[in-house]
């Protein structure tokens, strides 16, 4: 059984890693929400990530490509805080029935 330490530890380290990670896609994941959303009949030239990257931050600035990050950023981390420890504690459980192993 782990001490409370090295829970709150893999705590943390999952919910500042699920958070930098959001940051570091987010603009990706705005520019494919565009595409997705797109209607049928959008020529496949506008689709292309970088004519999409441009005609966005050309008709919003650059920082609409973070909008509404700070929600994400609110949601991932005790999301990913929950994940990294529930995962940590799941493994411990099943190396130590024999059903898992580490190599």
């Known amino acids: 059984v782990k001490d409370w330490h090295a829970w709150g530890a893999s705590a943390f380290a999952g919910g500042t890693s699920g958070c930098l990670t959001w ?3 987010y603009p990706f994941d705005i520019i494919k929400t565009r595409i ?3 209607p049928w009949d ?3 030239t506008d689709l292309k ?3 999409i990257t441009r005609a966005l931050i050309r008709e ?3 920082r609409y490509m973070f909008r509404g990050l700070g ?3 609110m949601r ?3 999301v990913n805080a929950t994940v990294f420890p529930v995962y940590e504690f799941t493994l411990d459980h099943l190396v ?3 059903i898992g192993g580490r190599d």
């Open 60 to 62: 919003n600035g650059w």
């Open 42 to 44: 959008t020529p496949r």
């Open 49 to 51: 990530i970088v004519n």
């Open 76 to 78: 991932a981390f005790p």
């Open 71 to 73: 929600v994400t950023l």
């Open 36 to 38: 997705q959303t797109a």
């Open 96 to 98: 130590s029935s024999g």
């Open 23 to 25: 940051l570091v896609i």
